[in-house]
């Protein structure tokens, strides 16, 4: 068999947790769940663990876990409250991986994830190295494996992010077809495959100079649009002739057609999607013209034999790049009425202010009491997933330091897990400033100033309100300075 097919979800929530309580607020627009995550968990991550597969006479004939025959990745904050919250589907997802790598040639499907979907190309270098760091380490300690992919916050690349997946081990990522910029032919030429010309059925070496490389999977955008936006998951039998036929009849060499969409595709935003996903992942299993693979395992059998160049700060949801995240490019959620996102902007330069004032205390005080901060730093994610925090003192502390120091310490590295969580993506992905979304991100913002004034005696928030006010809302009268007072202020202790 020659012809491949790979199913890719990408399922994530951002941190709904107010840091300032540690607990997810009730959010109406999710009713009658009581939140977002439990509205989501129902609709998609918990049917994709126990899908329905109906017989003729529309009774269920069985179930199964779509997880086991796909490729995917789950946002560590998202597992993080799914182990928590919803025990059974967190155990269903972890299992999953194990049964594919039985099935698929010992490699598991999971892929890691750079830890809070930060968009990484916007990110300064420490932020990059510990957000993949501490994705790898999260998974790690959840699959019991080391990643063999991890996929980008939003698919938001720049040359620095791959290159430092490679440097942490990362063989291979996935990518939008429209990231790709040109391709090396065999005879040594390269082409220009702007506008989504590539082949996507075949993987790429992207080099990265000092001889490391990764390789980089695009995969189908019109089929992959089909499946997300215009209907193609209202026929599971359907959905899988279109996958198979999407590989082209077999030739010698393995080839591979695979998509790739957001996870709750399959039953949040496509009510009963991962019933027609099941019965597709079932047709393909039948269809001796194609394979179900992942893709680690389709790379043990066709390793990259050409070069790609990527397009710089890309990303799969914004035509302009990466602005969405930091601009008024016109990309929306397709809400009415639209507005604008002159605030988008704005945010991003306050918090941006906020993480860089932060950096100087944390190098010289976390100087006097670590031995490496930005090592600790990276470390750090072990007490984050719950291990010891005497432990880890104990391997990074500088010696000699009484209680107090050590709390200091302690409370440094919390800043900073609160300076990354600030840029959660969805923050600027929507479609105002005063959206649930936004507040995630400006309640983090407003937890490192607390924690800044308690530890530091550092007081930093007035200045960022001050700069929150140059971000307009398109509600009248409103703005960042007024959507923090009335989001994050009260929780926020002063004494």
Known sequence: MSNFVCIHGHFYQPPRENPFTGKVPEQPSAAPWHD???????????????????DGNGEVARTVSTYQSISFDFGPTLLSWLEEAEPETYRAIIEADGASAMRFGGHGSAMAQAYNHTILPLSNQRDKVTQVR??????????????EGMWLPETAVDTESLDILAREGIKFTVLSPYQAASVEGIDGSWSDVDGGRIDTRVPYLIDLGQGRSIVIFFYDGPLSREIAFDGLLKDGKALA???????????????????????????????????????ALETIDADPAASLTNYPEFLTSAPPTLRAAIVEDSSWSCAHGVERWRADCGC??????????????????????????????????????????????????????????????DLHARPDLDTDQRRKAIGLLEIQ???????????????????LE??????????????????????????????????????????????????????VRRH
């Open 332 to 393: 929306h959620t397709g809400r009415e009425p639209t507005g604008h996102q002159r605030w988008r902007g704005p945010l991003r330069s306050a918090l941006d202010w906020l993480r860089d004032e932060l950096i100087g205390p944390f190098q010289s005080i976390g100087g006097e009491l670590l031995e490496d901060p930005w090592r600790a730093r990276d470390d750090y994610i072990s007490v984050v997933l719950g291990g010891s925090v005497e432990d880890f003192l």
């Open 417 to 435: 897990e609160h300076a990354m969580l600030m840029y959660t993506s969805c923050g600027w992905f929507f479609d105002d400033i005063s959206g």
């Open 36 to 54: 977002w995550n439990e509205r989501i968990t129902e609709e998609s991550y918990a049917a994709n663990a126990n899908a329905r597969i109906l």
């Open 241 to 279: 002739h279109r996958l198979v036929a999407a590989v082209g009849e077999p030739v010698e060499s393995p080839r591979l057609g695979h998509v790739a969409t957001d996870g709750e595709t399959y039953g949040h935003h496509h009510r009963h999607g991962e019933m027609a996903l099941a019965v």
């Open 134 to 147: 501490w994705g790898i380490a999260d998974f790690e300690q959840r699959f019991g494996r080391r990643p």
């Open 438 to 491: 936004a507040v995630f991100v400006l309640r983090h913002a407003g937890r490192a100033c607390e924690l800044a004034r308690e530890m530091l005696g550092l007081d930093l928030e007035p200045e960022l309100m001050a700069r929150l006010e140059a971000a307009p809302s398109n509600l009248e009268r409103v703005n960042g300075r007024v959507v923090y007072e009335r989001e994050v202020s009260p929780f």
